[in-house]
């Protein structure tokens, strides 16, 4: 029987994706007591990067907004693989961190983070309503446009 959140993810027509595996020497999140940090996630869509380019430049703010998106769904991937396949066992989002590749005048990061910060409300309802912080940067991981980390309370 599927648990709450996956019902919740079905009734969206949301697909969570197999979690990506590290592209360096890392691990993809870390469990410590009830919490779980998961290391930042870059737009892969069926192990493909997507959403290369600079904000401002190559990509608008409502592209970078579903890029942001796309980084929360491989966030959620994470921590279901942490819960042991039940998202159920998320009882809270704590934090948000979004990174935005963008031109030095782009002053619209909380915006595009808000695909990422959406997401999580939509699917965990109050329980993913969190703090967060938003910049900007010159550079990422591949030349993609936004990267999200995150925290969860977990069971």
Not at 15 to 35: C, D, K, M, Q, W
Request: glycine share 10%; aromatic share 6%.
């Amino acid at each position: 029987m599927a648990g709450t959140i996956d019902a919740r993810l079905d009734e969206l027509g949301i697909e969570i994706p197999t979690p990506a595996t590290p592209a360096a020497n890392y691990v993809p999140f870390v469990r410590s007591g009830n919490l779980v940090f998961v290391s930042g996630q870059i737009p892969m869509v069926d192990g493909k990067i997507e959403g290369v380019g600079v904000v401002g430049a190559d990509l608008t703010t409502d592209d970078a907004r579903k890029i942001a998106e796309i980084c929360a769904k491989n966030l959620i991937a994470q921590a279901r693989a942490a819960c042991g396949g039940d998202l159920d066992k998320v009882e809270r989002v704590i934090k948000l961190g979004g990174f935005v590749r963008c031109t030095p005048d782009f002053t619209e990061q909380p915006e595009v983070v808000n695909g990422a910060s959406d997401l999580m409300v939509a699917v965990f309802g109050d329980k993913g309503r969190h703090s967060r912080f938003a910049v900007g940067t010159n550079a990422l991981p591949r030349g993609v446009a936004v990267e999200v980390e995150a925290v969860f309370e977990v069971a």
